[in-house]
């Protein structure tokens, strides 16, 4: 388990031993984290902070040569309090969709379990705080129908 806590602190948990840190370390990213996402391998992480960055880390750094991704295929989706949502290519540090903007903040997104279906929601996401909390925002869960062309890796080329 990975927490992000205050001041850009990581901290890393074996459910073995839930009440000790495993492992302790600094965001490397300058700003607030907002999201932390685990690897389906348990190897690693990624860590999002509020500037709109992710930063991929290794919980050993024997296992950065890996490169396991968030998804099994390498997809990195970003949604921000903008309203923007990215799909990105991991490995080839390419972007390979930019949806339209929503109409507010993009607190929560998810796949389903075939990754055919793209959920988001749309709700105030407390980045401007209580003021920010205004009579009719939006507040809606958005699904989109993903094609090949947006969520699968282009061919490297040689």
């Not at 890996?66 to 903008?82: F, V």
Request: glycine share 8%.
């Amino acid at each position: 388990m990975v927490v992000g806590t205050a001041e850009r602190h990581i901290q890393i948990f074996n459910l073995t031993n839930p009440t000790t840190p495993f492992k302790t370390m600094m965001s490397p990213l300058k700003w607030q984290t907002r999201v932390v996402s685990c690897f389906p391998a348990a190897n690693g992480f990624a860590v999002g902070s509020v500037e709109g960055r992710v930063a991929i880390q290794y919980v050993e750094d024997k296992d950065a040569s890996k490169r396991s991704p968030l998804r099994d295929d390498g997809l990195i989706r970003l949604a921000g309090s903008d309203g923007t949502i990215n799909f990105w290519d991991k490995d080839a540090r390419t972007r390979l969709k930019t949806f339209d903007p929503a109409p507010g903040p993009v607190p929560a997104t998810g796949f389903n379990r075939t990754g055919s279906i793209f959920a988001y929601a749309v709700s105030y996401d407390w980045s401007k705080g209580h003021s920010g909390m205004t009579q009719g925002h939006p507040n809606k869960l958005m699904l989109h129908a993903c094609k090949d062309d947006e969520v699968k890796r282009k061919p490297t080329k040689r």
